[in-house]
């Protein structure tokens, strides 16, 4: 069975603190992304990798950078958090099939909150 | 870029109506077209999809219809049952940057 595996379900941290959120996946997958949900804004994309060492910006990257060091493993880091990064984040992970990056697996989520 | 708008944002259905959720996109080079459920606590997961070559795809209760020249896409959901509620995202791949694009979801509520 596919997974996706996001190291914490629930994280709290305070305002300035460094903050590392981890995404596992054990398909093989080439493509990995890290997406955002917000009541009312849906899922929005923060970053997203086509390979090992590989980053490219999604929509909202400012206040984030990620880290893909290994093929299974793609980071999210938060340099400072702030208040409005309060959140859940979604990690996924995807075949690349014919060049489209399609049929998206989805963590549990990991629900942080930045006081 | 690309951006897809969905309606309605909460939905309330009767166990055994019909159920419609409607998307539009901007971007006339997406050409795949998801659908995803998540419930309540649990991850998105994907429910039916479809190609910008095909107008239509059923999958038992549930159905997506395309239409390309309008650019808009719907799914339909029929018979509903109490498990259908959930919220549901539509999205729409957009070849120039290679990502996908979500709507903002449609919280769909069935009574019993």
């Known amino acids: 069975d596919v997974k996706v595996t996001q190291s914490s379900r629930y994280l709290v941290k305070r305002t300035g603190e460094k903050v590392f959120l981890e995404c596992v996946q054990d398909?093989?997958?080439?493509?990995m992304f890290w997406y955002r949900q917000d009541p009312g804004l849906g899922l929005r994309l923060i970053y997203f990798?086509?390979?090992?060492?590989?980053?490219e910006k999604g929509d909202i990257p400012e206040g984030y950078s990620v880290s893909r060091e290994k093929k299974e493993r793609f980071s999210l880091i938060l340099e400072s958090a702030s208040t409005n990064q309060t959140s859940m984040y979604l990690c996924?992970?995807?075949?690349?099939?014919?060049?489209?990056?399609?049929?998206?697996?989805f963590g549990s989520g990991t629900q942080l909150s930045v006081l | 870029g690309e951006n897809v708008e969905q309606h309605p944002s909460t939905l309330s259905v009767q166990e055994g109506d019909s159920a419609v959720i409607k998307c539009t996109y901007s971007?006339?080079?997406?050409?795949?077209f998801p659908w995803y459920k998540q419930e309540l606590g649990k991850r998105p997961q994907l429910i039916i999809d479809?190609?910008?070559?095909?107008g239509e795809k059923k999958d038992q209760r549930i159905a997506v219809t395309l239409n390309k020249t309008a650019k808009h896409f719907s799914l339909h959901i029929t018979e509903t049952q109490p498990e259908d509620s959930a919220v549901y995202f539509c999205?729409?791949?957009?070849?120039?940057?290679?990502?996908?694009?979500f709507g903002t979801g449609t919280r769909l509520l069935v009574s019993p």
């Open positions: 990798s086509y390979d090992v060492k590989m980053k």
């Open positions: 996924a992970s995807s075949p690349r099939t014919g060049g489209l990056n399609e049929k998206l697996f």
């Open positions: 479809i190609r910008s070559n095909v």
């Open positions: 398909m093989d997958h080439e493509n």
């Open positions: 971007d006339s080079a997406s050409n795949y």
């Open positions: 999205a729409a791949f957009n070849t120039g940057f290679q990502k996908l694009v």
